[in-house]
Nanobody, 118 residues
Framework: QVQLVESGGGSVQAGGSLRLSCAAS????????MGWYRQAPGEQRELVAD???????KYADSVKGRFTISRDNAKNTVYLQMNSLKPDDTAVYYC????????????WGQGTQVTVSL
């Protein structure tokens, strides 16, 4: 059974930093695009950043220059380093693993809360 286990959320003041981690099952990690999404109350879930199996990255405009996504293939783990946090970054952050094509799949973690206060 595929599992995505997130950690690292919490509360921080504006301008602070947090690092989210997501450990995935070995069976999918090597071939998955790993991503972080977030959902604020009353809002739709949105892509924050993702990283392909080859290491290509993509970021939402709102986090460019502040957040960095990375993956450690030896540990089957994807990270989201979040710096210069703003109150608008407050949301539940979800880890995602997906792949398109013949061996397609789409898995989600349980979510971790990030709260940024003034």
């Amino acid at each position: 059974q595929v599992q995505l286990v997130e950690s690292g959320g919490g509360s921080v003041q504006a301008g602070g930093s947090l690092r989210l981690s997501c450990a995935a099952s070995r069976s999918i990690f090597d071939i998955a695009t790993m991503g972080w999404y977030r959902q604020a109350p009353g809002e739709q879930r949105e892509l924050v950043a993702d990283i392909s199996s080859g290491g290509s990255t993509k970021y939402a405009d709102s986090v460019k220059g502040r957040f960095t996504i990375s993956r450690d293939n030896a540990k089957n783990t994807v990270y989201l380093q979040m710096n210069s946090l703003k109150p608008d970054d407050t949301a539940v952050y979800y880890c995602n693993a997906h792949r398109s094509g013949v061996l397609r799949f789409d898995y989600w973690g349980q979510g971790t809360q990030v709260t940024v206060s003034l």
